[in-house]
């Protein structure tokens, strides 16, 4: 057999924590054939590497003796109301919270209370010893057959330490500190399992509003079919009210839509024939039909979906960090707990040390934060593809910009058009515009829309070229016709420059035919309004590096500059943006990129975040790590604005937790915890987590919106 490596997608059910989605990964690692496997907690799915001769029995073996599932398909979502569930849905979290809170201080006051009044000695007296033995095999046989589980295979989970205090515990007689230390050990359980599945809440409370079927039309008649069915170029019927289930084309009739599932702004737009519409979107006011160009998985609902999901896989070095610090930091605390019983510190200090220390909470710091805040940003507009880069974002310093299409409007007009060694005006826009029919830059679409105005009929190019960042060439009856920057299009730019054209400064597109000048096209595109106020806001934040990054002429960069305050470099090709962003890079910057073209797509990969422009190109939105769902500039402090918070509330959960265990082991160590505050004491950090955790999946970046409720 061939060893051709592969991936695949596993799902898998019954992981509540960051332990666990380690378990499965080993799990499955061990198998053969498989040479890595990626375990996603919050998406409940592993991506694993393989070859042929791995079997994908033997992985749903290896996960099931691991002790959790392997559902049967995919669970689909159900096609509930999502309005009304995510409302309830953020109430039931709420009242689960404070009941937790309440749970957790009746227990607190009668222990330190029956401590006190010494009710707790009484009570192991009068209560046989094997009576409270069996209450704590009872209370903890889910986390001591985890413990068993984990030992046979020889892994030490934070548990194994609580589960030998309190076997020590027991044997000592202390059956009521062993049962309260259990206790607190499932309380620890359930506040990490609470955790995960809030996370996921969000991200599923996203596939709510995925539509699940579609109404096609079929040789004349209406059939209700699932939307992975729905086939490109297939007419669907959207009633008023309804979700468009797929991505498409307008065909007819007229509706507002609602698109905030996709942008987070709920200001309607009008769909006319010819627009394009989106799944998961609301048509309100009219129906419509639609014609289908990606449904499901492939619709850019079912992307985002997906991305979010998958956020999860790229983890950041913070939490890197904290994943190797929980696993050196159970050796030190066995250490700890040996050394305090050798010299003397007693068994029940031993007991309290290895008690104190042991919570999920270092697992639970990172992960719990940025998940919830990429889902709430989804939701805002601002589809971020990585954990990471949340944590890049908030510490970034350089903030490249491109100019067309990302400072600019990217829909240019031609303002004026020169012609030179005796082309007619009509004659040179028919060549430029040829030349330019296939090119997907803005300034190509500016010279089509003029040849249209003037009724000018294209001819077909042949051997047509692009050359992103400087322009075009092909040949258009037989003629060799450039059109761009004087790098494509020498001659005509060296003629200009002995020319007085009306307009100086603006962008000019040089038209070269059979190396002859033919002429030049001027073009003006208009400013986006809300830059300005965006990039005072960056530097409110601190940001005060921001520079422009174009193709275009120096003399255009520097007005705009000027004018938007901020430093520019000119005339560059797409080489010497990512030159540039590796440039500040080496000098030890956190480079932050924002552009829409062809010509960017290499910067913005190379920038620690690369983030795309709603309306950019394809190309562009793949290879950026954050896509903006709207055209709107405001979302970049928002960005901005969400990460530093994350990583705020990041650093608080871990220098909180590390700080707590600190104290918490050197008063154990040296006799001034007894075991049941030990116990108690340390589930206190997951339950701050989690409170400080939910704070992150309601942030609503303070502007409030109307629609589509942030969980
Ligand atoms: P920016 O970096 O500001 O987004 P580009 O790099 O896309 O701008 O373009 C830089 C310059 O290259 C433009 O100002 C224009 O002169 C020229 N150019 C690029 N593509 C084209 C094209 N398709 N047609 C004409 N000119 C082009
Ligand atoms: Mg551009």
Known sequence: MSATPHHVEVPVSGM???????????????????????????????????????????????????????????????????????????????????????????????????????????????????????????????????????????????????????????????????????????????????????????????????????????????????????????????????????????????????????TGESMPVEAVPGRKVFAATIAGGGSLRVRSTAAGRDSTFGRVIEMVQQAERHRGAVQRYADRFSTYYLPVVAAIAGATYLFGGGLMATVAVLVVACSCAFALATPAAILASVGAAAKQGLLIKGGKYVEALSRADVVLVDKTGTLTLGRPEIREVTTLNGFSEDELIRLGASAERYSEHPLADAVRRLAADRGIELAEPEDFHAVPGAGVHARVNGMDVRVGSERVAGVAAAAASTLELATRTGTRLYIDVDGQAGGVLSAADADREEVPVALDALRQMGIEHIELLTGDRQDVAAELASRLGITFKAELLPEDKIEIVRHYQGHGHTVVMIGDGVNDAPALAQADVGIAMSRGTDVATESAHVALMRDDWSLVPSLFRIARRTMGVVRLNIGFTAAYNVVGLALAAFGFLPPIYAAAAQSLPDIGIMANSARLIRQDDGRSRSHAPVT
């Open 16 to 262: 509540d924590c960051a332990g666990c989605a380690r378990t499965v990964q080993q799990a499955i690692s061990a198998v053969p054939g498989v040479s890595s496997a990626e375990v996603l907690l919050t998406a409940e799915k592993a991506i694993v590497d393989l070859d042929d001769t791995a079997h994908i029995e033997q992985i749903h073996r290896a996960i099931e003796a691991a002790g959790y599932g392997v559902p049967e398909t995919d669970p689909r979502p159900t096609d509930r109301e999502d309005d009304v569930t995510d409302d309830s849905a953020d109430d039931v979290s709420r009242q689960i919270l404070r009941l937790f809170g309440s749970i957790f201080a009746a227990v607190l006051v009668v222990v330190v209370a029956g401590e006190v009044l010494g009710l707790l000695d009484w009570l192991v007296d009068a209560v046989p010893w094997y009576v409270g033995a069996l209450a704590v095999a009872g209370l903890g046989y889910p986390v001591f057959k985890q413990v068993v589980r984990s030992t046979l295979r020889g892994h030490i989970i934070a548990h194994t330490l609580m589960a030998v205090g309190a076997g020590a515990a027991l044997i000592a007689g202390q059956w009521v500190t062993a049962l309260i230390v259990v206790f607190f050990m499932r309380m620890g359980d359930y506040a990490e399992r609470f955790t995960t599945e809030q996370t996921r809440e969000s991200v599923r409370s996203l596939t709510r509003m995925a539509p699940q079927t579609a109404r096609v039309v079929w040789e004349d008649e209406e059939r209700t079919v699932a939307v992975d069915e729905v086939e490109p170029d297939d007419i669907v019927v959207v009633r008023p009210g309804e979700r468009i289930p797929v991505d498409g084309i307008v065909v007819a009739g007229h509706a507002t839509v609602d698109q905030s599932a996709i």
